[in-house]
């Protein structure tokens, strides 16, 4: 895809989502960590109905040591995997107070070594609470990229991540995370993208594709979409 192609992807983008930002609430870097953390394979709304009671109870790394790990459960059960979650956020916490003052560092490799922070929980922390430009690719962005062709349909979601580097100036790779995001979730959803106003039909081979096919072919296409 050509720089005149991404630039207008990034314009269009821009021009609909000109506010998008990171939907998890949260008031400081150790928030937005625990915060990212519940978040997989969870809404970012789940989240936030639960982080305002969870972040009054523990404010600091120490505040998860103090109690039982079944307390902690209990206390984030609305989310899914929470036993896991619960059992990584403690273990991320005694190394929080062990080895960086019960700080959250600021450098990527750092933060994917804490248990149960992969490669974009990290993204997203080091970008929103330290301003080192990144672009987290989570669901809506993988689809997104590969619905554009920015992407190959088998591409894994480091291949998808390096590529976007690739084409999106460094200094925008925070703000596009955020406007792919919420072009994926409000626009170009999963189960029924919004090809026919689509700005970007024009030049999208995933959007064509589906004006051209016949309503049960789109429905197929959609269900493939979502596995
Ligand atoms: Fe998504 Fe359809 Fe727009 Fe392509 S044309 S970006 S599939 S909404």
Redesign the pocket.
């Known amino acids: 895809m050509n720089e005149k192609k991404i630039r207008r992807i990034l314009d269009t983008m821009g021009m609909m989502f000109p506010d998008a930002h990171c939907e998890l609430m949260h008031r400081n870097p150790f928030e937005l960590l625990v915060a990212v953390m519940l978040s997989a394979q969870a809404t970012d709304e789940s989240v936030n109905r639960l982080t305002p009671s969870l972040f009054h109870k523990y404010r600091t790394p120490e505040d998860y040591l103090k109690v039982p790990l079944a307390e902690l459960e209990q206390d984030i059960r609305t989310i899914g995997l929470f036993r896991n979650k619960a059992k990584n956020i403690q273990s991320m916490c005694r190394i929080l107070v062990e080895e960086w003052n019960s700080q959250v560092p600021e450098a990527h490799e750092a933060l994917v070594a804490l248990p149960g922070v992969g490669r974009k929980t990290a993204n997203v922390v080091v970008s929103n609470a330290f301003g080192v430009p990144a672009f987290a690719v989570d669901t809506h962005v993988e689809r ?1 990229s590969k ?2 062709g920015l992407a190959k349909p088998d591409d894994s979601v480091l291949e998808v991540e390096k590529k976007l580097n690739r084409v999106v100036p460094r200094e925008e790779w925070t703000l596009s995370h955020h406007r792919f995001i919420f ?1 994926g979730r409000y ?2 959803k999963a189960q029924s ?3 026919a106003s ?4 024009d030049f ?5 594709r ?2 051209k096919a016949p309503a049960s072919m789109k429905a197929g296409s959609n269900r493939k979409n979502e596995s």
């Open positions: 997104v619905r554009l072009f626009h170009c993208p919004r090809c689509c700005p970007l039909l999208c081979p995933e959007g064509k589906r004006m």
